[in-house]
């Protein structure tokens, strides 16, 4: 079968989602999730309970998504899978499953970086969805990460600057915790700031050298800024939680905005795109909605159910990777931490 009709059978299985999708090269036939609900009760992730679920659901989520492509296993092309990063025994789970199934098949295994595809779910084929052009920068802005990337081609990727600490979905997470919030917590805090005065509360920005971040110590101030208004105001956070959370959430994306900014003059690329988790954030949006204005950059924004972790963006990589013929073999191995 030529690579004109190759279908891809990806499947993502970092964290606590387990999700399978069937490409058609690069277009999605089907997107299927399955969350696991129980770790709200925890306040964040268990690792163990994650992993014992997706031995739960990946057989029927591999199952649904194929009848929803409306193709069989045997049409299959290839299988792709996230290697890493991630938690190492919910991604052993995919990876144990993507060659158990290649092999039986006897079809190509595709081993993909989780950010990576990140980066590349804007190559999906979306009607109302243009395509960057290389080279551009992107922001991967998730749960564990919070990188500036320069993109050079599909394969060819360079890490210009990181968080030495906390990753940004992090620094939300547990700002909402320490406001009382559910977990997850970063969407309430972009919910309610929507409602707040951005400019109602003050916190200081990091100071980092060059293109890299730091948010543990934003957390740290926010902490001690909740404690000292709640002692002497024990109703502080309620009468304020718009405010608050517009605050917090403004602070934030001024840090983020600061480095895209200081990356853009350094390297003369107009063209940013965000991915990860956080990049579903209206306030990061509407930011760079509001800079492709100020500053004539070219922004490019996920449709929004390739933000969370899902198996579409490891089809797509996966779909590219088949092109070149970059397989893996049955040797290859999970990786809790991998660079590109």
């Not at 919910?191 to 730091?214: I, R, Y």
Request: some cysteine.
């Amino acid at each position: 079968m030529s690579s004109e009709t190759t279908y891809i059978l990806a499947i993502e299985s970092s964290c606590d989602d387990t999700s399978a999708a069937v490409l058609l090269n690069n277009k999605v036939l089907s997107n299927v999730v399955a969350r696991q609900e129980i770790h709200e009760e925890y306040g964040g992730v268990v690792p163990e309970l994650a992993s014992r679920a997706h031995q739960q659901n990946i057989v029927p989520v591999v199952d649904i998504a194929l009848k929803k492509a409306g193709i069989t296993k045997d049409q299959l092309n290839a299988i792709a899978f996230t290697q890493g990063p991630g938690l190492m025994g919910s991604l052993l789970v995919g990876g144990s499953f993507a060659k158990s199934l290649a092999l039986s098949l006897s079809i190509p295994l595709i081993a993909v970086n989780h950010m990576h595809a990140h980066i590349l779910c804007h190559f999906i084929e979306e009607e109302g969805y243009d395509k960057p052009e290389f080279p551009f920068l992107a922001m991967t802005i998730s749960g564990g990460h919070t990188q500036i990337v320069k993109v050079n081609s599909f394969f060819s990727l360079e890490i210009l600057g990181e968080t030495t600490d906390d990753a940004v979905g992090e620094a939300f997470d547990k700002t909402a915790k320490i406001l009382g919030f559910p977990y997850p917590g970063g969407p309430l805090i972009d919910k309610f700031a929507k409602e707040g005065n951005p400019k109602a509360f003050q916190f200081t920005k990091p100071k980092v050298d060059g293109l890299n971040f730091s948010f543990s110590g934003l957390k740290t101030q926010i902490l001690y800024f909740i404690q000292k208004n709640v002692a002497i105001n024990p109703n502080f956070i309620e009468e304020n939680r718009a405010d608050i959370c517009a605050s917090i959430q403004y602070t934030i994306i001024q840090i983020l905005m600061d480095k895209l900014k200081l990356a853009v003059k350094e390297t003369g690329i107009k063209q940013i795109v965000i991915g990860g988790g956080v990049s579903a954030n209206s306030g990061i949006r509407q930011a760079l909605k509001d800079a492709e204005t100020k500053y004539r950059w070219k922004a490019f924004v996920p449709k929004f159910e390739y933000t969370t972790d899902n198996a579409a963006m490891i089809g797509i990589v996966g779909y590219y990777r088949f092109k070149e013929s970059m397989f893996a073999d049955a040797s290859v191995v999970s990786k809790a931490r991998i660079e590109f």
